[in-house]
Antibody, heavy 121, light 110 residues
Framework: EVQLLESGGGLVQPGGSLRLSCAAS????????MTWVRQAPGKGLKWVSA????????YFADSVRGRFTISRDNSNNTLYLQMNSLRGEDTAVYYC??????????????WGQGTLVTVSS | QSVLTQPPSASGTPGQRVTISCSGS????????VYWYQQVPGTAPKHLIY???QRPSGVPDRFSGSKSGTSASLAISGLRSADEADYYC???????????FGGGTKLTVL
């Protein structure tokens, strides 16, 4: 059974940093691209970032490029999202999702339960 | 504003068929697959349709997807109260080099 478990969310001040983790199990993690999607309170889904199966290829939404970094540890089946220079508009539930294939444009199937990030003073 | 355009709401009575549209452009829907996700408020999104019209195992055949040009649609037949949820379309955008979502459609079963 595919399982994705996000952690690392919490309350952070504007300008601060946070690192999210997504622990994966139930599939061969190193064979699939992964992605982060966020959802602000009461709003729709917004894509944040994606990383290819090997970690060599990454993509970012314009709103986070230069502030967020995505990475993965295939030996420990874990996906990361390093978030710096956080702003109020980054407040959201952050979901990690597994891609259907090795590339970032494969589409995604399984989603984690999400972790809440609140940026506020 | 979302890159993909969906109606904010849709409704139907039990047993009816409803359709949710998703409009994009040549750089996203026009040149890439469309995916659909179902989200019951307070829970994580669920994979519903992939590659325009494919259903993952476990998704009833009451759900179907289609695509034509730069638009796509999700049809739900034999509507049930359990189908009440938010529905999102998504596609890769070649110009943005990233994923774009529709704004979501809230489906109400009357």
């Amino acid at each position: 059974e595919v399982q994705l478990l996000e952690s690392g969310g919490g309350l952070v001040q504007p300008g601060g940093s946070l690192r999210l983790s997504c622990a994966a199990s139930g599939f061969t993690f190193s064979s699939y691209a992964m992605t982060w999607v966020r959802q602000a309170p009461g709003k729709g889904l917004k894509w944040v970032s994606a990383i290819g199966d090997s970690g060599a290829t990454t993509y970012f939404a314009d709103s986070v490029r230069g502030r967020f970094t995505i990475s993965r540890d295939n030996s420990n089946n874990t996906l990361y999202l390093q978030m710096n220079s956080l702003r109020g508009e980054d407040t959201a539930v952050y979901y990690c999702a597994k891609a259907l294939g090795t590339t970032c444009y494969s589409g995604f199937d399984y989603w984690g339960q999400g972790t809440l990030v609140t940026v506020s003073s | 504003q979302s890159v993909l355009t969906q109606p904010p709401s849709a409704s139907g009575t039990p047993g009816q068929r409803v359709t949710i549209s998703c409009s994009g452009s040549s750089s996203n829907i026009g040149s890439n697959y469309v995916y659909w996700y179902q989200q019951v408020p307070g829970t994580a999104p669920k994979h519903l349709i992939y590659r325009n019209n494919q259903r993952p195992s476990g998704v009833p055949d009451r759900f179907s997807g289609s695509k034509s040009g730069t638009s796509a649609s999700l049809a739900i037949s034999g509507l049930r109260s359990a189908d009440e949820a938010d529905y999102y379309c998504a596609a890769w955008d070649d110009s943005l080099s990233g994923w774009v979502f529709g704004g979501g459609t809230k489906l109400t079963v009357l």
